[in-house]
C-alpha cells in the first residue's frame, strides 16, 4: 500500500473527500426538488437545497483540474445534460418539451467550457491577452446562460467561474469567494426575503443567500477524492435524470 492512499484512508484532519461532496449536494439537490414537486409547502426543503449549486459549481472546476481528459470529461457531461433534459423539462414544466428552461448540467458545462478557453489562453503566458479573454469570457458566458435559459442562468456560469478564479485554500480565495457569493446571490438572484427579529431589530433574510453556507462542506474538501469506481461516477450522474423522472411521475400520479 503506497503513503499516498495510506494517507486517503486516515487523513490527519477531518475533511470531506470528493465522493462525500457529490452525496451531500446531491440529497440538498432532492430536497430541492422535492419541495417544487410533491411537498411545496415545506419551504425549509427548498432553504437548505439553496446549498446544492454551489457546491456541484465547485466539484465541477475540481473536475476539471483533475480529469485526465478534458474532451471525454466534457463529452459525458453533455451527454448527461441531453439525458437529463426530458426529466428535467417534465419536472419544471409538466411538459416533455419545455424550451424555455435548461436543466443545470447545460449550466456547469457553459462554464467549464469558458475555463477550458482561459486556460487555454492563460497557458501562452501573455497576461495582457488572459486578461482580455478573461472579461471577454466571464461577459459571454453571463450572456449565454441568461439567453440560453440554463437552470440559475448567468448567474450559474459565473458561479463556475468564481470557482476557478479564486480556487485554493488561500484566505483572499475564501473571502473572494464569500463576497462574489453573495453578490450573486443575494444582489443579482435575490428572491424571497424571510423577516428576522434580532436584538429587538427586524431585518429581512434574503433566501438565496443561503447558498453561502454550501463554502463550509466545501472548505471541509482538502483534496480527498474518497470512495471511487466506474459505477459510482455513472451513478453520481444518473441520479440527476432518475430522480428528477421519478418525482415528475409522482407528481403527476398525485394530480390525477
Not at 454551489?54 to 473536475?63: D, K, L
Not at 457553459?110 to 478557453?117: A, D, E, K, S, V
Not at 436584538?199 to 438565496?208: A, H, T
Request: glycine share 8%.
Amino acid at each position: 500500500m503506497t503513503n499516498r492512499t495510506t494517507n486517503e484512508l486516515t487523513p490527519k484532519h477531518f475533511d470531506l473527500s470528493a465522493a462525500a461532496l457529490h452525496i451531500l449536494a446531491m440529497v440538498f439537490m432532492l430536497m430541492d426538488h422535492m419541495w417544487a414537486t410533491v411537498f411545496p409547502a415545506q419551504d425549509w426543503l427548498t432553504c437548505v437545497g439553496r446549498v446544492a449549486f454551489p457546491i456541484f459549481a465547485f466539484m465541477a472546476v475540481e473536475g476539471y483540474f483533475h480529469s485526465r481528459s478534458f474532451k471525454k470529461y466534457a463529452l459525458r457531461m453533455l451527454l448527461f445534460a441531453v439525458l437529463s433534459e426530458i426529466p428535467f423539462d417534465l419536472m419544471y414544466g409538466g411538459t416533455w418539451f419545455y424550451p424555455v428552461h435548461q436543466n443545470v448540467i447545460w449550466t456547469l458545462l457553459t462554464g467549464l467550457m469558458g475555463i477550458r478557453l482561459m486556460e487555454a489562453v492563460r497557458q501562452k503566458q501573455k497576461p495582457w491577452l488572459f486578461a482580455v479573454t478573461t472579461v471577454l469570457v466571464v461577459l459571454l458566458g453571463g450572456v449565454l446562460g441568461t439567453l440560453g435559459m440554463v437552470d440559475y442562468y448567468g448567474v450559474g456560469v459565473l458561479t463556475v467561474f468564481v470557482f476557478y478564479f479564486f480556487r485554493g485554500r488561500q484566505w483572499w480565495c475564501l473571502l473572494g469567494q464569500i463576497a462574489a457569493l453573495y453578490w450573486l446571490n443575494v444582489e443579482l438572484l435575490g428572491g424571497l426575503m424571510y423577516p428576522v427579529q434580532l436584538f429587538g431589530r427586524e431585518f429581512e433574510f434574503c433566501q438565496q443567500g443561503l447558498a453561502l453556507l454550501a463554502l463550509i462542506p466545501i472548505w471541509l474538501y482538502r483534496g480527498r477524492q474518497g470512495y471511487h469506481s466506474k459505477p459510482f461516477q455513472y451513478l453520481c450522474y444518473a441520479f440527476y435524470p432518475v430522480h428528477m423522472l421519478i418525482l415528475a411521475l409522482t407528481l403527476n400520479f398525485i394530480n390525477r
